[in-house]
């Protein structure tokens, strides 16, 4: 490894906490002290202009293996989760890439994406490792932009965070019944008591998230074919505006139990105050399907 290839370096350290050896060594090959520990608000990084690296940080990571965020002492635990690499790197490169390929290069040999409200032209190259993903970026004249290496992480629908207020989380767990009972659901992702203690309803709509699904509604939770509605929908990322979770339940309950002011009724858990908003689910899966509904940042491959 020279001077200026970090990237065995950076691949070690990607994944592991701030203090461990292998992000301490990135520190150094970068020539920076040691990363800082991040917080809700801020998430530090290191990157040297030279080498063309930038490596960032993160307390909150959708990955299984890094949930939930949480303290240590004082401190918060900190990851080093992703990575921006310029052109101006000299290091190693992923396979088959090169900072020369345009984008008919690139689409014969990665995956092609548009995301984003900006609509940006994106390709998924091969892991460098296990846990790790790598996506190149277009830039405006149509040569990449930078790669981004990161820890591989999940999108998510309906989280329930450590110390979250029940009532906080009440809709969230009408959206999970919901696709639970909906085929949305991955198949084995509940087993058959979990399924029957749902359908005899003998489980209340935000125990069934808070329970069996351990809190979370993610990616890997639901059929890869209903991907794109759960982000859109649940994370207002739809077209038209107003077609999102968080609209339907102002106009079905009045506002969202977490916007409530102290002393303000809230929605309750129960199946009857599901039963007012699953019919809006199944319009919207409807509507999505007939391409009434589109996401604004889940383009075509």
Same mark, same amino acid.
């Given at each position: ?20 050896? $292998? ?14 520990? $991040? ?63 345009? /984008? ?21 190259? =091969? ?11 277009? $830039? ?15 999108? $998510?629908?309906?989280? *329930? ?14 959206? %999970? ?26 489980? %209340? ?42 609209? /339907?339940?102002?106009? *079905? ?25 699953? =019919? ?12 009434? *509904?589109?996401?604004?940042? /889940?383009?075509?491959?």
């Amino acid at each position: 490894m020279t001077a200026e290839d970090v990237t065995p370096v950076l691949l070690d350290a990607l994944g592991k906490r701030i203090e461990e050896p $292998a992000a301490v060594r990135l520190a150094e090959a970068l020539g920076k002290k040691p990363f800082k520990s $991040a917080t809700p608000n801020n998430h530090p990084g290191l990157g040297s202009a030279k080498l063309g690296l930038e490596v960032g940080t993160h307390i909150d990571v959708k990955n299984r293996a890094f949930w939930p965020p949480r303290k240590q002492g004082r401190l918060w635990v900190t990851w080093v989760t992703h990575a921006f690499i310029s052109q101006r790197y000299r290091g190693t490169l992923p396979a088959d890439f090169d900072w020369q390929m345009d /984008d008919a290069a690139l689409s014969a040999r990665f995956e092609r994406r548009v995301e984003g409200a900006i609509n940006a032209i994106r390709f998924t190259l =091969p892991p460098p490792r296990d846990g790790l993903k790598a996506i190149a970026e277009l $830039a405006g004249d149509g040569r990449p932009r930078h790669l981004y290496l990161a820890v591989v992480s999940e999108r $998510a629908y309906a989280t *329930i965070y450590p110390g979250d207020k029940p009532e906080h989380t009440v809709e969230a767990g009408f959206f %999970s019944a919901w696709c639970a009972l909906h085929g949305v659901l991955r198949e084995g992702r509940l087993d058959a008591a979990q399924q029957d203690a749902l359908r005899a309803r003998s489980i %209340s709509p935000r125990a069934l998230l808070a329970g069996p699904l351990g809190g979370l509604l993610w990616q890997s939770d639901v059929k890869p074919e209903f991907n794109a509605f759960c982000h859109a929908y649940m994370n207002e990322l739809t077209q038209p505006r107003e077609a999102t979770a968080l609209g /339907d339940l102002k106009q *079905i309950f009045g506002e969202s139990n977490y916007w409530r002011t102290p002393g303000e009724p809230v929605t309750e858990d129960s199946w009857a105050n599901y039963e007012r908003i699953a =019919p809006r689910y199944a319009e919207r899966l409807a509507q999505w399907q007939r391409g009434e *509904i589109t996401s604004v940042v /889940d383009g075509p491959r």
